[in-house]
């Protein structure tokens, strides 16, 4: 498995009119691109697929956001701002097993949350994005 690289100033929802997002409250500290999970509080938390409770990603942080803040998370839609140059066009993405982090393969529970997608920035160009969607009515244990 490997965690994708992220830079963190460079999240941007493409396509925003395509796009869920929605408002978290966060529970602990996070950056943008970082998937999150709903704890018994209601509050966003870093989510991975090794720990129990912390398996169910919902979102992905479009922000940085300190404990208590609210900030916006992507439930659906196309993402930039992650390293994609070994992943090919349609390969999975899912929550990685390291925290707050997304990866190329499963984890120890398999958390699929998108995948590589292409989209066409001008005439000539066509760019490597994430296209996630969270899985809501699923439980990953």
């Known amino acids: 498995m490997t965690d994708l ?8 929802v493409i396509k925003p009119e395509d796009a869920e997002i929605i408002q978290r409250c966060l529970a602990e500290a996070v950056t943008a691109g970082q998937p ?12 991975d697929a090794n720990a129990a409770g912390e398996r169910q990603a919902r979102c992905l942080s479009l922000q940085a956001g300190a404990i208590n803040q609210t900030i916006s998370c992507l439930k659906r839609g196309y993402v930039e701002g992650f390293t994609l140059a070994d992943q090919a066009f349609d390969d999975p993405i899912f929550l990685s097993d390291t925290v707050g982090v997304l990866a190329d393969s499963a984890g120890t529970v398999t958390v699929p949350v998108g995948k590589v997608d292409a989209i066409v920035k001008d005439a000539s160009t066509i760019s490597k994005v994430l296209y996630l969607e969270f899985r809501w009515r699923e439980d990953f244990t």
């Open 5 to 12: 690289a992220i830079t963190t100033a460079n999240i941007e």
């Open 36 to 47: 999150l999970f709903l704890d018994s509080d209601g509050k966003g938390q870093l989510a």
